[in-house]
């Protein structure tokens, strides 16, 4: 089976070489900050992009599934392909996987805002979802790999991770400043400087050794094209939805039996014969259907009916983004006292409550009242995922760690693309019916998968 990187560490005793000249701390230092850097870049350009849709359209034209495709066209890339680059990490070496990564991310930025027109704009996108998805558990294996100590470890971990919530918190807010004080091109080209300031760092960070690692082609490339065809199919509709729905239910089929037969699949069939497994996927799904569903929503939202400008916009999300990171530490440590299933229990269902609280929006509502009605969902959100995660990681062997890391991780972001399909598709015509639909959907899922969680036995 492939494994991940990103959570597996050196064996005991192991240490990289450091950089000449400085000091093992500093060479940890410089290689945490250099992986954060990564990963808060890659998951600041998950969100960014939505404030900027309705300018993006009206420079380069396309239509809402236009605006689909730029939003899910990295989403999907990320998530298909997050299932084997662990495994690559591990072949190529963390380091110089996290390096081709970051250059190919910032390369493909480049792209984005010199694009021309949609088509162009949504072909850059994809590379850098393929560079995401790689940069991703590299970022996070050259930080385990720097911090051999287990108490360190954890502590950079947490930074690291932080730093992606600190990136969620800004990106709708940079987004809007961007695009309003300079140009949609900008929440682009800022990778730039970014990217290459990333690249400066490692060049000091230790070079990771590479490690031998089987990677599942078939079961990745029916993955793809499975859930490349079935978003196409929710986001076209009509007649080629229909084939392209068709298609996507052969690549699945097809997906199913290769990995029956995979020595070392990237999906292990056996994964889902645990009940914990399932109800921490679905649990996750839903909760990634609730906050990126609503972003892409409430982006038009303010813009499109409200007439307000993409930095106005971008400030609207920031209560709600701006809560994440401490309610994930409250999470955490809910999650140690009483076990995942308590503060799963209460995000999901404070969601649930905050997604039918948004249901009496309209035009008429004032601004920074639906900012603060979009406040419940993403706190019931962030009090979800990590004991979610913990509950996920304590249901499999630590041999299959980073498989089930990469198979959540993977379902989290696929699930956050659909839902982007679907609630643009909503909304396409009429936007204020198609949103309270989009918002009782997500609802109604968060509350089965809240059922679901009732019957959850974990160990505390």
Same mark, same amino acid.
């Given at each position: ?32 900050? !250099?992986?954060?850097?990564?990963? !808060? ?30 939003? %899910? ?6 998530? !298909? ?26 390369? @493909? ?6 694009? +021309? ?59 809007? @400043?961007?695009?309003?004080?300079? %140009? ?7 990778? #730039?400087?970014?990217? $290459? ?5 490692? #060049?000091?960070?230790? &070079?990771?050794? +590479? ?18 065809? /079935?978003?196409?199919? =929710? ?22 039996? #290769? ?8 999906? +292990?069939?056996?994964?889902? &014969?645990? &009940? ?5 996927? @679905? ?58 299933? /308590? ?42 995922? +990590? ?13 299959? $760690?980073?498989?089930? $890391? ?5 379902? &989290? ?7 982007? !399909? ?7 015509? %009429? ?22 969680? =009732? ?6």
């Amino acid at each position: 089976m492939s494994t991940n990187p990103a959570t597996e560490a050196p064996p005991p005793g192991t240490r990289l070489p450091s950089v000449p000249g400085r000091s093992p701390g500093q060479s940890a230092s410089l290689t945490l900050v !250099a992986a954060l850097l990564g990963f !808060a870049l890659i998951t600041l350009d998950a969100s960014v992009v939505n404030v900027a849709l309705p300018s993006i359209r009206a420079d380069l034209g396309g239509g809402m599934s236009g605006l689909q495709w730029v939003v %899910d066209a990295y989403t999907l890339a990320f998530a !298909a392909l997050m299932l084997s680059t662990g495994a690559f990490s591990d072949r190529v070496g963390a380091s110089r996987a996290y390096g081709i990564g970051i250059a190919v991310f910032t390369l @493909a930025s480049v792209a984005c805002g010199l694009a +021309p027109n949609l088509p162009v704009l949504v072909g850059a996108r994809v590379a850098q979802g393929v560079a995401a998805s790689v940069v991703l558990p590299a970022s996070l294996a050259l930080v385990r790999q720097a911090y051999p100590d287990a108490a360190r470890r954890a502590r950079a971990v947490s930074l690291w991770a932080a730093g992606g919530s600190v990136a969620v918190a800004l990106g709708p807010v940079a987004g809007g @400043a961007l695009t309003t004080l300079w %140009d949609w091109r900008g929440i682009f080209f800022i990778n #730039v400087p970014l990217g $290459a300031l990333a690249s400066a760092l490692l #060049v000091r960070a230790p &070079r990771s050794r +590479p490690r031998p690692a089987p990677l599942d082609l078939p079961g990745q490339l029916t993955a793809v094209v499975a859930l490349a065809a /079935l978003t196409f199919a =929710v986001i076209e509709g009509g007649g080629t939805g229909l084939v392209a729905l068709a298609v996507a239910v052969v690549a699945g089929v097809l997906f199913v039996r #290769v990995e029956a037969r995979q020595p070392h699949p990237v999906v +292990p069939p056996g994964l889902f &014969r645990s &009940r914990q497994v399932t109800v921490a996927v @679905a649990a996750g799904a839903a909760c990634s259907v609730a906050f990126y569903g609503v972003v892409f929503v409430f982006s038009l939202f303010f813009q499109q009916v409200q007439g307000r400008s993409p930095l106005y916009a971008g400030l609207m999300f920031l209560p709600m983004t701006g809560l994440i990171a401490v309610t994930n530490v409250v999470a955490g440590k809910l999650a140690g006292r009483f076990g995942p299933r /308590l503060p799963m229990l209460l995000g999901q269902s404070l969601a649930a409550a905050g997604l039918l609280l948004l249901l009496v929006v309209g035009p008429a509502t004032r601004p920074w009242a639906v900012a603060l009605l979009l406040v419940p969902m993403a706190l019931g959100c962030a009090l979800t995922v +990590p004991p979610l995660t913990a509950a996920m990681m304590d249901a499999v062997p630590s041999a299959r $760690a980073g498989l089930a $890391a990469g198979v959540l991780n993977s379902a &989290r972001q696929v699930s956050g693309g659909l839902a982007v !399909a679907a609630f643009g598709s909503l909304v396409a015509g %009429d936007f204020e019916s198609g949103m309270r639909v989009s918002l009782a959907l997500s609802a109604g899922l968060l509350a089965l998968t809240a059922a679901a969680t =009732v019957g959850l036995r974990t160990p505390r």
